[in-house]
């Protein structure tokens, strides 16, 4: 049989104080239970914002509307006429046949509205080109010189109103044919822009440049295609929009007085047969082409023209 002594502290033992133990506490490491396993930090998607259509709106319900109104007025024109005037319906018929072969060929006054389109384009390419190679180099040198500005500004505001139709007999005289003389009024007609939008560039050059061109002693050279050209290309560029419209607006009523093949000679010769129909889709065909161009060369200059110009 084992006794277990128990042995009572001493009073001297109880009244000792204990002795403190300078012990750095480590903090303990709490390993993640299977059971709650550790949160991993996920990113907080914003909230995406409503969409806005009124720009889409805007942009899209206006010219239905306008082309609604169109095609109404239209419909009580022709309605209003007894028959004389085909509406969109009829017209729209027309339209499924003639570009259902646009490119057909019987002989030179009867070919589709493609070769008339493609003609009449060939025509405002030969005479635009020439007014551009002449008109530009014209500009420039009218902008950089008073002397040329003094003698040649009156002369534009004299040639300037001219109608193009009257520009036609003088191209007939001198050059003998209808291709060159409808080419000839496109040049003369649509130069002008050109020249005016040019040397206006030249001339709002600011000072500054043309004074740090001095001080350095730049040949004419350098100050043409460093600072001039890049200054007036927006100027220059604008003049060749506007004339470019010209060019087309130009050529139709040329071909309507010259004949041949052409978009102009195919509205003329529409009216001789009576085909109304015709005439108005030649009317959309020439005013989409149109478009068309206006629309190319707009992005074109937007592509050359500094930001602060394209607003």
């Known amino acids: 049989m084992v006794a277990a002594v128990f042995h009572l ?3 001297a033992d109880i009244a000792a104080p204990i002795p403190a133990v300078h012990a750095q506490a480590k903090p303990l490491a709490v390993a993640p239970t299977p059971e709650a396993p550790a949160a991993t930090a996920q990113p907080v998607k914003a909230p995406r914002a409503p969409r806005d259509f009124s720009g889409l709106w805007l942009r899209i319900v206006p010219p239905l509307l306008g082309f609604g109104l169109l095609l109404l007025v239209w419909e009580l024109v022709a309605a209003r006429s007894g028959g004389s005037f085909p509406g969109p319906r009829e017209t729209w018929a027309q339209a499924v046949t003639v570009f259902s072969d646009p490119f057909y060929s019987n002989g030179p006054n009867d070919q589709g509205v493609g070769w008339n389109v493609l003609a009449s384009l060939q025509r405002v390419a030969v005479g635009f ?3 551009a190679l002449v008109g530009i180099p014209a500009g420039f040198a009218v902008g950089r010189s008073v002397f040329l500005a003094r003698m040649f500004n009156p002369l534009i505001s004299l040639l300037r109103p001219v109608s193009p139709l009257a520009w036609l007999p003088i191209g ?4 003998k044919g209808a291709n060159p003389a409808a080419i000839w ?3 003369i007609c649509s130069i002008w822009p050109m020249v005016i939008n040019t040397a206006v560039g030249v001339q709002r050059v600011p000072q500054d440049y043309m004074n740090v061109a001095r001080v350095l002693d730049l040949s004419e050279w350098k100050i043409l295609t460093r600072i001039l050209f890049p200054a007036v290309l927006p100027y220059m560029l604008t003049g ?5 419209g010209t060019a087309w607006l130009v050529i139709v009523a040329a071909e309507m007085l010259t004949g041949g093949v052409g978009i102009g000679f195919w509205v003329w ?3 001789n047969n009576l085909n109304v129909k015709n005439i108005i889709i030649a009317i959309f065909v020439i005013g989409i082409v149109g478009l068309l161009l206006e629309a190319a060369l707009v992005k074109l200059a937007t592509a050359f023209t500094f930001e602060e110009v394209k607003s």
């Open 240 to 244: 060749v929009r506007l004339a470019v």
């Open 129 to 131: 080109g020439l007014a």
């Open 185 to 187: 009024t496109i040049f």
């Open 172 to 175: 007939l005289l001198v050059f």
């Open 9 to 11: 502290p001493r009073e």
């Open 269 to 271: 010769d529409e009216w």
